[in-house]
């Protein structure tokens, strides 16, 4: 029996090329696992070029410390923090600004050491996941073609491998939009039969450790 497989999609990308100080350790801890040989890690190939847009967009530095410079003029205009610390946070924010800004020309060179390690699986898209994306997009999920990709990749993906003698096939799944319960606990119908036919067990962190309810019919994968 072949080792189990854990699939990862966009989130866990944007979590491990992020600024150094925004990194998410379980992402890093989930690859630190892969590598030595405790599953096999596995990522759909538009998850990168998904990330490579996001991340700087979500961690714009300017954008993130703005906030703050506006609540210190304000403090200072009303006299709650003297001209000192004024000039002190100001400083801080600079630094902030400068150490993402150069974080962020690292993304490139991140996602390229990601597509050369050799205990991640990036795979691009067959067939058979763009035949199987137009299936789901005639359910309604009102999914965004993004996701509807992701989720077609990571059923044919989990399919095949299971075909191949994998043991059993995990899915860290942090977006709720993808996840098969709502905010509640309650399962979505449509996602869980998807995920429940491909035999994927969701997990909604990258311990694998924190599973929402599921059916009593899925049995614990074995570790």
């Known amino acids: 029996m072949k080792p189990p ?17 925004l990194q998410n350790p379980q992402a890093k801890q989930l690859m630190q696992r892969a590598q030595t040989g405790e599953f096999q890690l596995c990522v759909p190939a538009i998850c990168l070029a998904e ?33 000192t610390d004024t000039q002190v946070a100001f400083r801080i924010f600079d630094q902030f600004d400068g150490l993402v800004a150069h974080e962020l020309t690292k993304v490139p060179a991140r996602l390229e050491t990601l597509v050369q390690n050799p205990h991640l699986d990036v795979f691009p898209l067959s067939q058979s996941m763009l035949e199987r994306q137009v299936l789901i997009g005639a359910m309604e999920l009102s999914l965004k073609p993004y996701d509807l990709a992701i989720l077609a990749a990571i059923l044919v993906k989990a399919e095949v491998c299971q075909q191949d003698g994998y043991s ?8 709720t939009d993808l996840q098969p319960w709502d905010k509640s606990g309650n399962r979505k119908p449509i996602l869980s039969e998807l995920y429940d036919n491909a035999r994927v067990w ?13 059916p009593d019919y899925w049995t614990t994968p074995q570790r």
């Not at 497989?5 to 090329?17: K, P, Q, R």
């Not at 530095?61 to 210190?72: A, G, L, N």
């Not at 059993?168 to 977006?175: A, I």
């Not at 969701?202 to 599921?214: G, I, K, R, S, T």
């Open 51 to 83: 990330a490579r847009e996001t991340v700087p967009r979500r961690f714009t530095p300017r954008s993130r410390s703005e906030d703050f410079r506006k609540f210190v003029r304000w403090a200072r205009d009303e006299r709650r923090v003297s001209d």
């Open 5 to 21: 497989v854990v699939l990862v999609e966009t989130n866990w990308v944007v979590d491990i090329i992020a600024p150094a100080h």
């Open 168 to 175: 059993w096939v995990g899915f860290c799944e942090l977006d």
């Open 202 to 214: 969701v997990y909604q962190d990258f311990l694998l450790e924190d599973v929402n309810a599921l």
